[in-house]
């Protein structure tokens, strides 16, 4: 595995710095070594304690890594001090590795974390330097006002390192200018409206350390990092009073929760096979499939590929449940979720009136939708049949429905829906309820 070597303070509340640079790294799939410079006491409204680590601890850090472990690059961020930053320049001139230097001086709150002074001579020996709007201000001594001013500053700037992305997040223009020694790029910034913000600097300079690693080629490296700091952004998690964190962990998160869903359907339908449900079912047989919390498309929900179908009581399946694997009840799930976010798992039933009339005793929250008013657009435009009825019976309740059904129409199946927030409620709604098709 590729390994990172991180020098850079510490962040209490978990969302910049060190702690920021390990979930990246990892994330990446690049190990991550770390040299502490400061611990800093900090929350979403501040920093309110700076402890600068003392110096031979740092070179003990330093020692403890070159002596044993070797490294493919070097991310710096905080320095804090003179002393710290001569020790780490002392280093970065032996150790003959990619150097991406995050020239870290105020914080998000706007904290002095560094001297302003002290990146010049590490800069020289840097491979890449990721100043933001204010920083790239106080490196080059202008004041940014226009693009033409950009193009001046990324020059005074270059004149101390190879390649240089100015980071325009904070600034008035919607792009990232990187330099790479001969030009001028320019990367599309696509803004969220988010307060989740806390770590965006530290996590894309140390996503394009890790990427540069893998992939050699800086370019790629900035393109790829941006890209895991927008869904990072994306999924912010929102803490205390002020400016929340980005998410370096999204993707994983999601990938945990996509097997989640697979694992958890497939146990359900192991339960509802031993219920001998296949009697209940309607004749266009059903799915059950189970959507990931933030779902917007089909691909975020997952169901059996080929559906589930009847053999008397029996029921079965020809294949394991993927995302994407059913359209039918994809469809209704996505739709209900506009109106209740809670519900994440759907199945189809067989209807019979006298099942209703059973459900709506037993204090169930029940929906309907006359497919007879259906309007003739919707009709006609493929997959926006159940998308109109569910929306229209959704509309008229006010808690989460347990079932939603139709009476059916000309060439249409009336069918029962079963709604729950996982597959668990499913198969416990359907146990329940099989006993109301008995007559």
Not at 55 to 66: F, N, R, T, V, Y
Not at 100 to 107: E, G, H, Q
Not at 290 to 307: M, W
Not at 382 to 410: H, M, Q, R
Request: charge should be positive; aromatic fraction near 10%; proline fraction near 4%.
């Amino acid at each position: 595995m590729k390994r990172l070597l991180i020098i850079a303070g510490s962040d209490s509340s978990g969302g910049a710095g060190i702690q920021a640079d390990i979930k990246t790294a990892s994330a990446i799939g690049v190990h991550p070594l770390t040299v502490i410079t400061a611990v800093t006491s900090q929350n979403t409204k501040g920093v309110h304690r700076i402890h600068l680590i003392p110096e031979e601890d740092i070179k003990g850090q330093l020692s403890a890594i070159k002596d044993d472990i070797s490294f493919d690059a070097i991310k710096i961020g905080m320095l804090g001090s003179e002393k710290i930053a001569k020790i780490v320049l002392d280093f970065i001139k032996t150790a003959k590795k990619p150097v991406i230097l995050d020239p870290v001086m105020y914080s998000q709150s706007g904290s002095q974390l560094s001297p302003e002074n002290i990146f010049y001579e590490i800069m020289r020996y840097s491979s890449f330097v990721t100043p933001n709007y204010f920083e790239a201000e106080k490196i080059s001594g202008l004041k940014i006002k226009s693009l033409k001013d950009i193009n001046k500053a990324i020059k005074e700037i270059s004149k101390y390192t190879k390649k240089v992305l100015l980071k325009g997040g904070d600034s008035p223009f919607d792009y990232d200018f990187y330099f790479d020694g001969k030009g001028i790029h320019q990367f599309k910034i696509e803004r969220l409206d988010t307060k989740n913000t806390h770590g965006t600097g530290c996590t894309l300079a140390t996503a394009i350390a890790s990427y540069l690693i893998l992939t050699g080629d800086f370019y790629e490296s900035i393109k790829l990092g941006r890209e895991f700091v927008y869904n990072a952004l994306k999924n912010g998690i929102p803490l205390g009073t002020q400016f929340g964190t980005i998410d370096q962990l999204a993707n994983l998160r999601k990938d945990a929760e996509r097997f989640h869903c697979l694992t958890a359907l497939i146990s359900a339908y192991n339960k509802l096979k031993d219920l001998k449900i296949g009697a209940i079912l309607p004749e266009i047989q059903s799915n059950l499939v189970y959507a990931i919390k933030n779902a917007q498309t089909l691909d975020d929900v997952a169901g059996f590929r080929g559906r589930i179908i009847s053999a008397g009581e029996e029921i079965d399946t020809p294949a394991f449940p993927v995302f994407g694997g059913s359209k039918h009840i994809g469809r209704v799930i996505l739709s209900a979720k506009k109106f209740f976010p809670e519900l994440n798992s759907a199945m189809a039933l067989r209807y019979e009136k006298y099942v209703i009339d059973k459900i709506k005793k037993a204090g169930y929250v029940v929906g309907f939708f006359d497919r007879l008013k259906e309007p003739k657009e919707i009709r006609e435009k493929e997959g926006s049949s159940l998308d109109w009825g569910v929306t229209t019976a959704c509309k008229k309740l006010k808690n989460p429905p347990d079932f939603i059904y139709d009476e059916g129409a000309i060439g249409k199946e009336p069918v029962i829906r079963v709604f729950g927030k996982n597959p668990a409620e499913i198969v416990d709604k359907v146990s329940k309820i099989k006993e109301f098709y008995k007559k």
